[in-house]
T-cell receptor
């Protein structure tokens, strides 16, 4: 079983819509969670950390559900520039330096 | 400020040749990471450095792969006797290395390696 699993999508949404997707992780003792975004043929960039109580950064809201071992990302008022692949990232059980990356969820926002 | 830089940006090599990939991390970042990403795939962890030490080499695919870091700064990833399955984008990242911030990794643009 992969450490981090994501629905690859794609999620095709119109501009202005809300889109949400989850990822699940296998190690119940994981402590650190992140969302990264990766544009086509570019390097990943940190979007936001995910905190236990949930957190918001502008139009982006991240939630953590430890009981069910999933993380969610919600994008409100989608912009064309939000089109990207969103990577769910969890720290390794044994090593805080080592991150496990999901394969990504692709979001395409259309005009 | 300057971000993570990698060189070369593209490398085409013949099967069996050795290649060396270079990474310059963000100044002051103590932790440095190497990943590779095959087309349409997720990131595969290869190795990380804490300072000049590599506590975890478990991700290196075979003994043809090695990496070093000197002066707590520049790192090189060497692949000996390249094979076609080594073709991928090799990404380097650095982070402050502080507890609680190790997941904040800053990636370079990658080196696209093609083995013919």
């Amino acid at each position: 079983r992969k450490e981090v699993e994501q629905d690859p999508g794609p999620f095709n949404v119109p501009e202005g819509a809300t889109v949400a997707f989850n990822c699940t992780y296998s190690n119940s003792a994981s402590q650190s969670f992140f969302w990264y975004r990766q544009d086509c043929r570019k390097e990943p960039k940190l979007l936001m950390s995910v905190y236990s109580s949930g957190n918001e950064d502008g139009r982006f809201t991240a939630q953590l559900n430890r009981a069910s071992q999933y993380i969610s990302l919600l994008i409100r008022d989608s912009k064309l520039s939000d089109s990207a692949t969103y990577l769910c990232v969890v720290n390794s059980l044994s090593n805080d330096y080592k991150l496990s990356f999901g394969a990504g969820t692709t979001v395409t926002v259309r005009a | 400020g300057a971000g993570v830089s990698q060189s070369p940006s593209n490398k085409v090599t013949e099967k069996g040749k050795d290649v060396e990939l270079r990474c310059d991390p963000i100044s002051g970042h103590t932790a440095l990471y190497w990943y590779r990403q095959s087309l349409g795939q997720g990131l595969e962890f290869l190795i990380y450095f804490q300072g000049n030490s590599a506590p975890d080499k478990s991700g290196l695919p075979s003994d043809r792969f090695s990496a070093e870091r000197t002066g707590g700064s520049v790192s090189t990833l060497t692949i000996q006797r390249t094979q076609q399955e080594d073709s991928a984008v090799y990404l380097c990242a650095s982070s402050p290395g502080l507890a609680g911030r190790r997941g904040e990794q800053y990636f370079g643009p990658g080196t696209r390696l093609t083995v013919t």
